[in-house]
């Protein structure tokens, strides 16, 4: 039979990236492969099949020489690989996933719901109606070693958006703002809640992610 070889190359940066366990990412290099090279899954289902075809997972388990309940187990939605979107319940690999693997570059998985402000120049934190107690307080906790979670609430319009990207220009870091249009445009709202999921447990450097309209 067929096995998965025990070199986990290919997604080791998503290991460390993702804090994966040895068994997700044993099992996503399988699946990865599999994806891959479609000639890899056509001869596993033509040498085992036991009728005219077989699912992904009764696949992967011959794969992967693990049981299909320790495959299913993995696919479980509380499980990082399916959370964070790089692969779902069955077993379908996500295309921007097989991209970012492919190129070995995580922030590929981010591209289409994450853009960077790159304005120099922000509103000045006194044309707010923040209380200058509460701006300091934010600032404080955003330049804490520790990663912090703040919640702004107010009518549509009332500028919350300008205040979180001005708010954290003063406090020195850069905003990635999440392109929330993907929720409301016929898009795959879904796909980019587990991508923004998997972007938020990934430490980023000096920047803050500010995600628009999230209720």
Known sequence: ?????????????????????????SF?????RLNAVSELYDAINYLHRR???MDRITVYSIAWNREEKDVRRLLNSEQKIVSFGLIDKDGEFAMDAMACIESQDLNIYFADIIEKDKRKKCFGLDSFSVGKDKTELV????KNSCASNILLFGQSGS?????????????????????????????????ALYRLN?????????????VDEAE
């Open 198 to 210: 998997c972007l938020l447990s990934v430490k980023q450097e000096n920047s803050v992610v500010i």
């Open 159 to 191: 500028g919350k958006t300008e205040y979180a990207k001005s708010v954290v220009k003063a406090s020195g870091l850069n905003s990635l703002i999440y392109k929330n249009e993907l929720e409301v445009n016929d898009k795959d709202g879904d796909d």
């Open 1 to 25: 039979s067929i096995k998965a070889e025990k070199d986990f190359s290919e997604v080791k940066f998503l290991c460390e990236s993702l804090k994966l366990t040895d068994d997700e990412i």
């Open 139 to 142: 600032i404080r906790l955003l």
């Open 51 to 53: 009728d005219d075809s």
């Open 28 to 32: 996503l290099s399988c699946a990865y």
